[in-house]
């Protein structure tokens, strides 16, 4: 649903020795920061999980030492001021089109190639027609009940005593991420079809289940099995999923019959992509580029195919260690961050 954004926001564009640059109108979809602050309502339980956001105001929040229109973050909230907090979406979540406004500046000819630059937002009122159409939009959405909304209640503290903690620290200065839970098979399945591919990619789609915290109330996913993307496209640094893999996927689910659903994907970065020909070994460990990654075109696919917030992407990342390492990306405030997990005993 359309959200209100009675702003236009536009970049500042700073370069040394060069007066401040403005661009056109940023081109930003505020899709995943309204789906961020909707998860928070199913977080929370005043909201079914499988309910579409409904209607959000976009508006800045002004920077408290220069003021409008110097915005500081986001704020995105219920549009008629009802039910669900107001959140906030930190200023990150604008670089891309950050970035794509400025390479416009690039291809004509006011931003030099290659020139650094910092930038700040700003926002001008919109056109008052533009804001008045908004308000009166008279299309609304009223959830039908869904029986498919009824989750399991589990203990997170029992999951817990049987599951060994990974990746980041729990919050890791950022809002807390719901508990994440990976099957030992899954890992182990992943690694092996992984290997297997040798300088190609692989992947595939995960399959798990959705709970709740008997205690908190909140959300748990279980990550239970994996479906290899078969039919799959596959190359050094790209793999692209075809027609095919969504039907093996479908049919997994049919015969599983485990109450399971699409959770995310994952796929391997094959050695080739890390090790840098003719670079020493000791200069590699301290190479910016030698950690785990999301590369734009696996942005790209995960906003696409797995924009909801439950969705996560399990990567495989081959060293110098014939195994390869794990890592977690999923939705946070908007955006795509790596995040922790926990290794569970298969009785999840």
């Not at 589990?154 to 990976?182: E, I, S, Y």
């Amino acid at each position: 649903m359309q959200p209100l954004i009675p702003h236009r926001y536009v970049a500042e564009i700073q370069i040394e020795g060069v007066p401040p640059l403005s661009t056109p109108a940023l081109e930003i979809d505020w899709t995943p920061a309204v789906e961020w602050r909707h998860f928070q309502d199913v977080r929370r339980g005043t909201a079914p999980l499988t309910s579409v956001p409904g209607r959000a105001r976009i508006q800045p929040r002004w920077d408290e030492q220069s003021g409008p229109p110097y915005v500081a973050s986001i704020e995105v909230s219920p549009f008629d001021g009802g039910a669900g907090a107001a959140l906030e979406i930190p200023l990150r979540f604008l670089a891309d089109p950050v970035h794509h406004a400025v390479g416009a500046l690039v291809d004509a000819g006011r931003v030099g190639e290659g020139a650094k630059y910092t930038w700040r937002i700003c926002a001008f009122g919109a056109d008052t027609g533009d804001a008045e159409v908004a308000e009166r939009d008279p299309f609304t959405v009223q959830e039908a009940p869904d029986a498919s909304e009824a989750l399991d209640a589990r203990r997170l503290r029992d999951l817990l005593r049987h599951a060994v903690h990974h990746g980041p620290a729990p919050g890791n200065g950022a809002p807390h991420d719901f508990p994440l839970f990976l099957s030992q098979r899954v890992l182990d399945e992943a690694a092996g079809a992984a290997t297997a591919a040798g300088e190609l990619e692989a992947g595939g789609v995960l399959l798990g289940r959705p709970s709740r915290d008997a205690d908190s109330g909140d959300l748990i996913l279980a990550v239970t099995a994996q479906v290899p993307a078969s039919e799959a496209i596959a190359e050094d640094a790209s793999l692209r999923f075809t027609p095919q893999t969504w039907q093996a996927v479908s049919a997994a689910l049919r015969l599983r019959r485990a109450n399971e659903r699409i959770v995310g994907w994952w796929h391997s970065h094959p050695r080739k992509v890390w090790v840098c020909h003719g670079c020493p070994a000791e200069r590699r460990a301290k190479c910016p580029s030698n950690r785990p990654f999301f590369s734009g075109m696996d942005v790209s696919f995960h906003r696409a195919a797995f924009q909801g917030p439950l969705s996560v992407a399990l990567l495989l990342s081959f060293h110098e260690d014939p195994a390869p390492r794990h890592d977690v990306f999923g939705w946070r405030q908007g955006m795509i961050a790596a995040r922790d997990y926990y290794v569970a005993e298969e009785r999840t």
